[in-house]
């Protein structure tokens, strides 16, 4: 028995599925889910000192590679200053400035602990600041897990067969319109059938929990121009795509302007964190300034501070962006011709810093009944084989692909190879 399998069984008897995040348990894949013991740039090391190319970085917040020096010694320098003061600090001030001059449409934010915390903030003060009730969402987008949000949602309750999940009172769950992700029909039906009472749209810029799929050309605009017809906040959720899609996010690089934002992982730079801003006038409606309630015992702390203000400084420098997106077109390319040689049917949507693999006939993945028509067992197939040969992908078919700058061409190449190895044997 390897030391994975005997902790993944012990585990089991403690934590439910031995995880404490479904998708980590291997589900989605099967097998024995990884325990890591260290990780280090492009590369983790499991507890039986295996090393892997790793393309999950911690689920995105590792752009800049694992145990990044610059994240490492800001954490201990501010460790030593001691780990939690619940009063306000010079750093959240910093990391506001820093923000806000990142993401323009943001005016104010405020710092939470999580992604889930964030998108249900966003979405408690757009109901607030709206007087509205329902909000529209998309089939296949995940935004953590707060309750109005698990409905028809993707990642891990994609993967587990569990999009609307039992726990959540179906009185909350009517008040969750869910329309189609590239489909501005499906968004105008749900405003016109509700023209006075949704508060917000929120959406993934570009959808990363079905997979990787890019928003077309006039998706986001056109919920921009739909929120304002109808009087409805838009809520752009970057956990994912903020400073990997581009420094200033998705909403940069797709050039929409939202209502509100969402931060999460990259922002923390590996500590739990997680962040949403958006229109002061909005903004102000929060307590204390507002009567929309919000709070947090640990947001804004200090060691997260730190390690997030180190990566967002680190990042900022020229060319990481530029290297990050050359680095995911090398592979997406790498990988597209491997799999043509091999006669295999595959689709590399990528965008930035993200990617995603899809075993399918279609020419091109666009929605998320084009992911639901993949073929799943094959990549399960493919997953495996990708792992024998040290590369560790997300295990699940629903999940998007995270590069960092850590990796190295040669990195790329070897995951080409043993791509063209996996090719070879489905
Ligand atoms: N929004 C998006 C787009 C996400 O991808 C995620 C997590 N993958 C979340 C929200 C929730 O973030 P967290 O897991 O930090 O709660």
Redesign the pocket.
Known sequence: MSRSETLYTEAQHFIPGGVNSPVRAFNGVGGTPLFIERANGAYIYDVDGKAYIDYVGS??PMVLGHNHPAIRTAVIKAVEKGLSFGAPTADEVEMAKFVTELVPSMDMVRMVN??????MSAIRLARGYTARDKIIKFEG?????ADCLLVKAG?GALTIGQPNSPGVPADFAKHTLTCTYNDLGSVREAFEKHPHDVACIIV?PVA??MNCIPPAADFLPGLRALCDEFGALLII?E??TGFRVALGGAQAYYDVEPDLT?L??IIGGGMPV?AFGGRGEIMEKLAPTGPVYQAGTLSGNPIAMAAGLACLQEISQPGVHQRLTELTEMLAEGLTAKAEQAGIPLVVNHVGGMFGIFFTDSPTVTCYQDVMNCDVERFKKFFHLMLEKGIYLAPSAFEAGFMSVAHSDEDIRKTIDAAAYAFSKL
Request: hydrophobic share 15%; aromatic share 8%.
């Open positions: 689920w995105g999580s992604g889930t915390e964030a998108t987008c995940y935004h953590g897990h990642s993934e990363g929990n959720d956990v994912m969402c999460g992982k997680g």
